[in-house]
């Protein structure tokens, strides 16, 4: 659907998007994260065809950005991180505004504000001014916007910013229903709100990507490491230490709150030098002494760590 190859764009010495590669598939929901600063809006407002960029080329679907901007804004909905609203005009009369600025015909554009209306949850609020809508609803009224012209696309920047948690869930829910039918883009730097929302993450750093995949994949690749965490009755931790040290695989063990007189819990942290599955030996040698095994689990490295390594200064 989008393919992005070499997209670089300079502010006089400033270079806020440096040689990004990027394919965006049909059907993908697919988070931009990053920093403040680290060219998210930038990227989105060239993708959008707002923004010339200084080298590199955009194609949507067979189009050119260079060469056919008109048709590929035609496929793109865009709603920028503030909703460019009127906050004078009803929230009905300003939907009709905009589909009469799109061209939409008189029984397609009351169906279509209709199917909005139900879509974004704004029913409620349609013979409400805007000014007087909470940010929530203003939001929702621009995604219904930025959704009037029924584009292939939509691109969404920051959509959560400002929001208390339970606007932030619904928004999150209705780009999670637009996502069934269209290709969504957002940004954020909100970690759950693309863990929750997003098919793919690619996180951006200064400008570059600096990761790109499922939350899964990023959370395997991230890192060489693994870590498996037990806790154990009956034993003291220089047993544990020399009983599991020699499983294949296991780099170093550690208490993780202290070694504990025999008896009490004890709890270890097992670092592990690949992906592969050994909590089965671990299980096995632990069987075969007399300790009490109460707890065995892997911890899988969430998003927030991932993003802290990934976008640190050093």
Same mark, same amino acid.
């Given at each position: ?17 440096? !040689? ?49 901007? $008109? ?7 865009? $709603? ?8 004078? *005009? ?10 009469? @600025? ?9 169906? !279509? ?9 704004? +029913? ?16 929702? =009224? ?5 959704? *009037? ?6 691109? =969404?920047? /920051? ?7 339970? !606007? @932030? =869930? ?6 999670? +229903? ?23 993450? =690619? ?12 939350? &899964? ?7 060489? &490491? ?20 020699? @499983? ?20 270890? &942290? ?8 050994? +909590?089965? /030996? ?13 707890? $065995? ?18």
């Amino acid at each position: 659907m989008i393919h992005v190859e070499g997209l670089t764009k300079y502010f006089g010495d400033l270079c806020a998007v440096d !040689q990004i590669d990027l394919d965006i598939p049909k059907g993908e929901i697919m988070g931009l994260l990053g920093p403040n600063g680290a060219g998210k809006t930038t990227t989105l407002r060239m993708l959008t065809g707002f923004l010339r960029p200084t080298s590199g080329s955009i194609h949507v679907k067979d189009y050119n950005i260079d060469e056919q901007t $008109l048709d590929i804004k035609k496929l793109i909905g865009y $709603l920028p991180e503030s909703a460019p609203l009127y906050h004078d *005009m009803l929230v009905y009369d300003y939907l009709c505004y905009v589909a009469d @600025i799109r061209g939409l015909e008189r029984d397609r554009k009351h169906s !279509q504000i209709r199917h909005l209306a139900d879509l974004c949850g704004i +029913r409620e609020v349609m013979h409400r001014p805007i000014g007087e809508l909470s940010k929530g609803y203003k939001q929702r =009224v621009g995604l219904a916007h930025a959704m *009037m012209n029924d584009p292939e696309i939509l691109i =969404v920047d /920051e959509p959560t910013s400002g929001l208390d948690p339970n !606007q @932030i =869930v619904e928004i999150r829910n209705i780009i999670r +229903r637009i996502g069934k039918e269209k290709t969504v883009v957002l940004s954020t730097h909100i970690l759950s709100e693309a863990e929750a929302t997003c098919d793919r993450v =690619v996180i951006i750093n200064r400008g570059k990507i600096v990761a790109d995949g499922s939350t &899964e994949t990023l959370s395997r690749s991230a890192s060489g &490491e693994l870590f498996i965490h037990i806790s154990i009755q009956g034993v003291q931790f220089d047993s544990v230490k020399t009983e599991l040290s020699s @499983i294949d695989g296991v780099l170093a063990i550690a208490p993780l709150k202290g070694d504990k007189e025999e008896g009490d819990t004890l709890d270890v &942290e097992i670092t592990c030098g690949s992906a592969e599955d050994i +909590r089965g /030996e671990i299980y096995r040698r632990i069987k075969e002494t007399d300790w009490v095994l109460l707890e $065995l689990h892997r911890e899988t490295k969430t998003l927030e760590n991932i993003f802290r390594e990934l976008t640190r200064e050093n």
